[in-house]
């Protein structure tokens, strides 16, 4: 059974160095707090006047947002689950704990694309709302699509030393 914190093999099968030194960890630490960001924060973003709240908002509409608020939920834990899971292919476990942190991220960025879509409605689209003049929530998907990058960067396994002797 292969854990991240176990030996990986090596194409001829012998045991290599372990896949979980202290860069992996920082990187699976980085990753479990973007997924506890996702799970929550559309819930403090969207329950308010704003979004869950507000009144000119249709029922259809409502359901749409409590359907993202859910997703988001939904794939920080199925981040979670990933980064920490000790069973199965431990690179395949990274790249699936990757792909879930960052759908929600991807789909927001890509959300202002559609046709009629706004960062604000009117009434709530203020110079407060931008920070060195990009939305918010474009400044948030840039941290926190840079977070994943670079924990995926930290958490990849070392890779094997070339088995004809050191570079020179």
């Known amino acids: 059974m292969h854990t991240s914190l176990s030996s990986a093999p090596t194409p001829d099968g012998v045991l290599d160095q372990p896949t979980a ?40 509409a409502r ?23 000790r069973r199965g292919d431990t690179g395949s476990n990274l790249r699936a704990a990757i792909g879930f942190a960052g759908l929600y ?32 929530q474009g400044v948030i998907e840039i941290v926190v699509l840079g977070l994943i990058a670079g924990a995926a960067l930290l958490s990849r396994p070392a890779s094997a030393p070339d088995a004809s002797g050191p570079a020179h």
Do not use: C
């Open 105 to 136: 991220w991807v789909s927001q960025a890509v959300a202002i694309l559609y046709p009629g879509a706004a960062y604000f409605d009117p009434q709530f689209d203020t110079p407060d709302m931008y920070i060195a003049g990009i939305p918010v």
């Open 21 to 60: 030194g202290p860069r992996a960890v920082t990187g699976k630490a980085i990753l479990s707090l973007v997924a506890l960001f996702t799970a929550v924060s559309p819930y403090v973003a969207d329950w308010n006047d704003t979004h869950v709240l507000n009144p000119e908002w249709t029922a259809h």
């Open 63 to 85: 359901f749409h947002n409590g359907q993202t608020m859910a997703m988001g939920t939904l794939l920080g834990l199925a981040t979670l689950y990933f980064v920490w899971r």
